[in-house]
């Protein structure tokens, strides 16, 4: 169904790779979630943002900061305010936290 011009009721491949993955983050299972989100989401969309955050809090999850802080930066760069910015500025937050061992992943 389209409402205002957009479809709305179906998933991208992106989104649905994005869902896979959280699903796999649920059971721990980082490493699968990070190829998952590479292979099936960012391939076909590169600057996908919600699969660039996901993919940025995954590699938080599974403690490689330095390529976390990598994907998420950019994320945080644009103006204004959105969803992924504001999750992205809150990632990086805590990705510094850890790295100071203030707080567990």
């Known amino acids: 169904m389209k409402i205002f011009g957009l479809q709305v009721g179906q998933k991208t491949l992106a989104e649905m790779a994005v869902d896979e993955a959280m699903l796999l983050v649920g059971e721990q299972r980082y490493d699968e979630a990070v190829q998952v989100i590479e292979n099936k989401?960012?391939?076909?969309?590169?600057?996908?943002?919600?699969?660039?955050?996901?993919?940025?809090?995954?590699?938080?999850?599974k403690g490689d900061y330095d390529r976390a802080e990598a994907v998420l930066a950019p994320l945080t760069e644009r103006r204004g305010m959105d969803s992924e910015k504001a999750a992205a500025l809150i990632a990086l937050d805590k990705v510094a936290k850890l790295r100071a061992g203030e707080v567990d992943a």
């Open 41 to 61: 989401a960012l391939s076909r969309n590169p600057d996908d943002r919600r699969a660039l955050l996901h993919l940025g809090i995954c590699l938080m999850l």
